[in-house]
C-alpha cells in the first residue's frame, strides 16, 4: 500500500511538472521569472492544482467504479465519469483560486467574484480532462483485456472439465463390459474364463494408464487393440474375425486413448457373432484416418446402451481438433473412421493458434495494421494542423493562440502511438501486452488457490 501510494505521488508530481511547462510556453509565452522566488511559487501553485485535482478526480472515480454497474453500462459509466470530472475539476479550481487570491494575495472576496472570469478555468479543466479522459481509456482497456483473459479461462477450464469428464467413464465402463463378458465366459468355459481373467489385469493397466491422456500414438491403441481382441478371441474363439496393421505408417500419428477398444465393442455388442455368421472386424488407414470396419448383420434384440462407447469417441474429438469422426453404414457394413491427428493438439484449441505459420501471419497482419494506422494519422496530423494554424492566422486575433491546444493534444497522442508501435520492450511497446496478459494470468491462479 505504501508503495503505491508513494508511486501515485511520484506520477502526480509528473505531471504537474509537465503541465508546468506547457502552461508557461502557452499562457506566458515562456519562462520569464523575475527571481527564482517567483519561479518556486509558480511552480507550487501548478504542483498545488494538480495535487488537489488529482485528488479529487482520484477519488471520485473510486467511487464511481466502487457502485454496481450492469454488464452494457460502459459507456453509460464513462459519459457520468467524465460529466462528474468536468463538475467536480471546476469546483475544485474555483476553491483553489478562491484561497490563493483571497488568502495568499489577500485580495477581497467582493472583488474576487467580479474579476473572476472563464480565461481562470479554460486551461486548468482542459488539462484535467485530457489526463481524465487518457486515464479512462487506459482503465477501461485494460479492463478489456481482463475480462477477455478471464473469458478465455472459463472455456479452457469447461473444455478441460468436460474432457476429464468424458474420460473418467471409460474406467467403470471398461470395467463393468469385461466382467459380463467374464460371467458369460465362467458358463460357457471355465478354463478360457481363467485365461480370460489373466489378460484382463495388463488390459485393465493400461486402461489405467492411457485413459488420463489426451492422445496417444496410433501404435500404441493398434497393440492394446490385438490385446483386447485376444480377450474376445477367448470367448467367441471363430465366430470372430480380425485384421489389423501391425503398425501405422506415420509413427508421429495419434488417436484419441481407447477409441479402438470402444469401437471395437460397439461391433460385438450390436452384431451377431456366431460360428455360422462369424463378424469381420478390419481396421485399416485411409485418408488420414483410421477405420474400423464390420459386416452388418444386427443382433434381432440389443441391450440398451450405455450412451458411452461412439459418442464418448465424437465429443473428446470435437474437443481436441476440427476434425470430425466419420460414421458410414451400408446395407452390409458398417464403418467408423477417426481421425489420425498428426501432432500434440490442446484442449485449449479455441484459444490457442492452429499453427506457428498461423500465429506468425496474425502477428504480422497486426503489426502492419499498426504501422498503417500510424502513417494515416501522421499524415493527417501534417496536413490539419497547418490548415488550422492558416485558420489562426487569417481569421482570429493573434493574442489567442488557439492552434497550440490542437497541435500539442493531438501530438501527443502520436508520441504515444509512435512508441507503441516502434518499441517492443518497453511500457504499453508491442510485446507490453503479452507480458500484461501473462501477469494477471498469475495474478488470478495466486488468487484461485489461496481462495
Known sequence: ???KAFKNIVVTFI???AIFVVGNLLQNGGFEFDSVTDFLTDFAFYQLYTFVLAFINTTFFNYMEGRQWKQYDTIKRIVLGIAGSTILTLAGIFALRFCVTVFY??????KFLENDSWSGYSFALWITLTIVSIFHIAYFYNKYQKNKIKEQKVIAGTASAKFDALKNQLDPHFLFNSLNVLTSLIEENPRNAQRFTTSLSKVYRYVLEQKNKDLVTVDEELDFARTYMSLLKMRFED?????IPDRASNPESRVVPLSLQLLL???VKHNMVTSSKPLHIKIFEQNGMLVVENNLQPKQIVKKSSGVGLENIKQRYNLLSNRKVSINQQAKSFAVAIPMLTKQVSIMKAIEPKSKFDDRY???RKRVEELKEFYYSLLSYFIVIPFLIFIWYRYTPHTIQWFWFPMLGWGLGL???AY??????GMLGSNWEKRQIEKYMREEEEQERWN
Open 1 to 3: 500500500m505504501i508503495s
Open 15 to 17: 505531471i504537474g511538472c
Open 105 to 110: 494575495y489577500d485580495v477581497p472576496y467582493e
Open 239 to 243: 465366430s470372430i474375425i480380425f485384421e
Open 265 to 267: 465393442e460397439n461391433a
Open 362 to 364: 496474425v502477428r504480422a
Open 415 to 417: 508520441a504515444f502511438h
Open 420 to 425: 507503441k508501435v516502434y518499441v517492443n520492450d
